[in-house]
């Protein structure tokens, strides 16, 4: 449970406290001529196309805490010192359709800053529940998510009708529909309370929330100037399979190394790797460039909980197969997996049964997905798979769902037609979504569309070393600091970010800082300087 909610929390697109000054175009609307108009009978909607609006309610909230509700797993939490703020909710539903999917539009009350901000969900949830709509009011945007109709982070009970079949309208809206409705109805909610419209539109979201920002420049590119999506979910119908894949490999081989076993590779691999950028600083610079093979800990004796273990050759046999990602029965490789570096815990868990018979603990995202989605089975059992049942779900997976939620289409000339700016940072040790699927994706946007110079006019991806998913938990890499800033910078003022600004405070207490390179340049060290420091560092191209 423990992953989990780490895992979800990370997910949340806050904003960083630095709230960067409006330009002319983005004035606050306490010049604006027209009142704060916080009521329901002031917004004469239009319905987006396809829906009609079931209701409208404006609530006024003065500054304070805002309370955000515990939503399993996840326990409530507290924000501080929230401006006061109108509190819209629009219910949409689709004509013939069952669904009410819930828009929540937040609008400060007085130093708007002239944006508004679209905010992700994480996992199966579409939409946030306060926690990224309060640091965005806080940072002075009206902000608003969707709940798109579906359910909260790991339920997916709504993916089967009552006849045992996809709910596609549900699906649909969880995809890319509800996303882009909310977008539709928040700006005409901003204009209808400000009673003019914003200057400049903005998506932020990770995980969940980055596939939807990509659905959104794929689908709708006039929707937002500006997308920030992190660690994006993107190639859904593949890597949500695809990491299963360590369960697959262990079943199989009937080997499950143990926490502490997969600990050890992972920081044998960072050990062997770590100085390859020329600083010996805890992380892997460069994670494509590390060749590290786990049969070299084979005979290693390690301390797991207080007893003597040996690290074997099966051992190193899977955590091998795990690094090397999922493969047909062919030997042909299916997808990418994890990157070497990051922890391996996460999709490869396990755990002794009842019985005392040790057995899978696959991570819920992906099992739900294979069992309610794919099998349409939510009973199904995954830790059972085998290599050929794996291929057989992975196909099946592509082939049912890549149109719908695969959100991989290469073709981005209509956002970058539309002027928009795609800004994207992914964790070299994001355990959960393999990097390289992201890699994968910006390269063939370049094929697509002419090369990277170009491609590099309007959407830009930083990988950072030593960050994991959305920068949860234990990230031994700086993490990046204001990347939203920036993108309201290279939109605003036309100054692209040829890197992202990032720090972590290591365990000796010191701030240790680092500019992320812009794909495909690598970091290294100049030979001289304080390790700790960014400017010890310049962005070279990669060597592998």
Known sequence: MRRLLTVLAAAVPLVTAAVYLPSATAESSDSAAAPFRCASASLPLKAPAGTRIESVTAVSRPAGDVEVPPVSPLPGDTVKDVPAHCEVTVTVNHLGAEDHAKVQVWLPESSWNGRFQGVGGSAYAAGDYGAALSAAVKSGYATATTDAGVSTYVDVDWALDDQGKIDRTLLKNFASRSVHEAAVVAKQVISGVYGRSASYSYFNGCSTGGRQGYAEAQAHPDDFDGILANAPGINWDEFEVATLWPQVVMNEEHTYPTKCELDAATQAAV???????GAADGVIGDPAACGYDPRKLIGTTLECDGKQVTFTAADAAVIRKIWDGPRDTHGKKLWFGPTIGSELNDLAASAPDTDGTVKGQPF???????????????SFDVTTIGYAEFEKLFRQSQAEYDK?????????SGFRNSGGKLLTWHGQADQLIPTQGTVDYRERVEKKLGG???????YR???VPGTNHCAGYGNTGPVPTDALGAL????EQGKAPQTLKASVTDAAGRTVTRDVCRYPLVPQYKGHGDIADAASFRCVRSHH
């Open 404 to 412: 719908v939620i695969g959100t991989d289409d290469a073709d981005l």
């Open 364 to 378: 819920q995202v992906p099992a739900e997905w294979v069992s309610a989605f794919v099998k349409k089975q939510p």
């Open 461 to 463: 991806l930083f990988l």
């Open 452 to 458: 990277a110079q170009r491609v590099d006019d309007f």
């Open 488 to 491: 309201t910078k290279w939109v």
């Open 271 to 277: 050990k062997a790797c770590d100085t390859l950028d």
